[in-house]
């Protein structure tokens, strides 16, 4: 028998194949797996050769080095899988910008971050990380930034399923793209996969289209796929509401940790407040005054403050052609034309989604 490559071979043959190759003889049904593994380890060496490597030594290879060849080959697969779902490198100083008062942050320190970098004690302990989780809370609260906060302070990758991602072919197709992504992200080790928005792709199916519910069923069959895998992925899902997700994903099994994102307090505020005034052209400005101005605002309302108060000292320099430090003044100036996004009612709902909803 020659030693061309067949398509999908039959065991027998792999089998067989395998033996004339190299003397080793296998059980059919171990032969048939290990030939997929051999034909990627020959397209695997000669790709770093930059030349055709024979099946012969790739399979002789392979076999004298099985477990180092089924690391570099899944190493070189997942870089291939980072870049084709735009990972970035997040700072470790995002989590420092995070008030230590500002929900959840203690709690995400406890419950995830010290099981995953404490590995040895948690393993002693009995304690596993989660892997599978849900941020939920009002639009503008910082969910977004929490989940690159981990990232970074984990120093694991961080990559979001854009919607972009699973509507690349149509509607229609959404389903089987979400299947190859989660599949692709089941391969990495150290990263964090962010979806926003998530009851817009994992919605009630109460009431859905059929293709929404194709899209729900979906989920509900890849994140107990994900979480069984044992690799170190994080998989975090944000919505703003949490009510309008499916009731199945909810359940216990499916995600570890639902947790609630609510409004800043004082330190909250005042921990970015300080970080945003750092970047300014600043002279007396009464943080404490600021901070009370700034009930009710969301990181993303202040980020807004932030870029108003930028642009209005830039233009006051440029007319002026004198240098303009920003002031109390200017926040006073300013402040009363945004709005804050929280209410007293969005608050007290998001209280109730709290009492209903979380599970830490």
Same mark, same amino acid.
């Given at each position: &028998?020659?030693?061309?490559?067949?398509?999908?071979?039959?065991?027998?043959?792999?089998?067989?194949?395998?033996?004339?190759?190299?003397?080793?003889?296998?059980?059919?049904?171990?032969?048939?797996?290990?030939?997929?593994?051999?034909?990627?380890?020959?397209?695997? &060496?000669?790709?770093?050769?930059?030349?055709?490597?024979?099946?012969?030594?790739?399979?002789?290879?392979?076999?004298?080095?099985?477990?180092?060849?089924?690391?570099?080959?899944?190493?070189?697969?997942?870089?291939?899988?980072?870049?084709? &779902?735009?990972?970035?490198?997040?700072?470790?100083?995002?989590?420092?910008?995070?008030?230590?008062?500002?929900?959840?942050?203690?709690?995400?320190?406890?419950?995830?971050?010290?099981?995953?970098?404490?590995?040895?004690?948690?393993?002693?302990?009995?304690?596993?990380?989660?892997?599978?989780?849900?941020?939920?809370?009002?639009?503008?609260?910082?969910?977004?930034?929490?989940?690159?906060?981990?990232?970074?302070?984990?120093?694991?990758?961080?990559?979001?399923?854009?919607?972009?991602?699973?509507?690349?072919?149509?509607?229609?197709?959404?389903?089987?793209?979400?299947?190859?992504? &989660?599949?692709?992200?089941?391969?990495?080790?150290?990263?964090?996969?962010?979806?926003?928005?998530?009851?817009?792709?994992?919605?009630?199916?109460?009431?859905?289209?059929?293709?929404?519910?194709?899209?729900?069923?979906?989920?509900?069959?890849?994140?107990?796929?994900?979480?069984?895998?044992?690799?170190?992925?994080?998989?975090?899902?944000?919505?703003?509401?949490?009510?309008?997700?499916?009731?199945?994903?909810?359940?216990?099994?499916?995600?570890?940790?639902?947790?609630?994102?609510?409004?800043?307090?004082?330190?909250?505020?005042?921990?970015?407040?300080?970080?945003?005034?750092?970047?300014?052209?600043?002279?007396?400005?009464?943080?404490?005054?600021?901070?009370?101005?700034?009930?009710?605002?969301?990181?993303?309302?202040?980020?807004?403050?932030?870029?108003?108060?930028?642009?209005?000292?830039?233009?006051?320099?440029?007319?002026?052609?004198?240098?303009?430090?920003?002031?109390?003044?200017?926040?006073?100036?300013?402040?009363?034309?945004?709005?804050?996004?929280?209410?007293?009612?969005?608050?007290?709902?998001?209280?109730?989604?709290?009492?209903?909803?979380?599970?830490?």
């Amino acid at each position: &028998m020659n030693s061309a490559v067949i398509e999908n071979p039959s065991p027998e043959i792999c089998a067989n194949k395998i033996f004339e190759i190299s003397g080793t003889k296998l059980d059919p049904e171990i032969a048939a797996d290990l030939w997929q593994q051999i034909l990627q380890h020959k397209w695997l &060496m000669s790709e770093k050769l930059g030349r055709d490597v024979g099946l012969r030594t790739a399979c002789i290879d392979f076999l004298e080095n099985m477990d180092q060849a089924v690391r570099e080959y899944m190493d070189y697969k997942r870089r291939d899988i980072l870049v084709e &779902m735009g990972a970035q490198r997040i700072s470790r100083e995002i989590w420092d910008t995070i008030s230590d008062s500002q929900p959840p942050k203690q709690l995400v320190h406890r419950r995830i971050i010290l099981p995953l970098i404490e590995e040895g004690l948690s393993q002693k302990h009995g304690v596993t990380p989660p892997k599978t989780i849900v941020f939920f809370g009002p639009p503008g609260t910082g969910k977004t930034h929490f989940v690159k906060a981990i990232a970074g302070v984990l120093s694991w990758w961080y990559i979001e399923i854009l919607p972009s991602m699973l509507m690349v072919d149509g509607i229609e197709r959404i389903g089987a793209n979400l299947h190859n992504v &989660m599949e692709k992200a089941r391969n990495l080790e150290d990263a964090v996969i962010f979806v926003d928005e998530f009851e817009e792709i994992a919605g009630s199916r109460d009431a859905a289209t059929r293709i929404d519910k194709s899209i729900t069923n979906e989920f509900l069959k890849q994140v107990p796929l994900l979480k069984n895998q044992g690799n170190k992925v994080l998989f975090v899902c944000a919505t703003n509401y949490i009510r309008q997700l499916d009731a199945a994903l909810l359940r216990p099994g499916r995600f570890d940790c639902i947790i609630p994102v609510g409004a800043l307090d004082e330190d909250g505020r005042r921990t970015i407040l300080e970080q945003y005034l750092s970047k300014l052209n600043t002279e007396n400005v009464d943080l404490n005054l600021v901070v009370k101005m700034t009930s009710r605002y969301t990181p993303a309302d202040i980020e807004y403050l932030f870029q108003q108060v930028a642009q209005f000292a830039f233009e006051q320099e440029h007319f002026s052609k004198q240098d303009y430090r920003v002031t109390t003044d200017t926040f006073i100036q300013i402040l009363p034309s945004i709005r804050p996004s929280l209410s007293d009612e969005i608050i007290e709902e998001f209280q109730k989604d709290s009492i209903t909803y979380s599970r830490t």
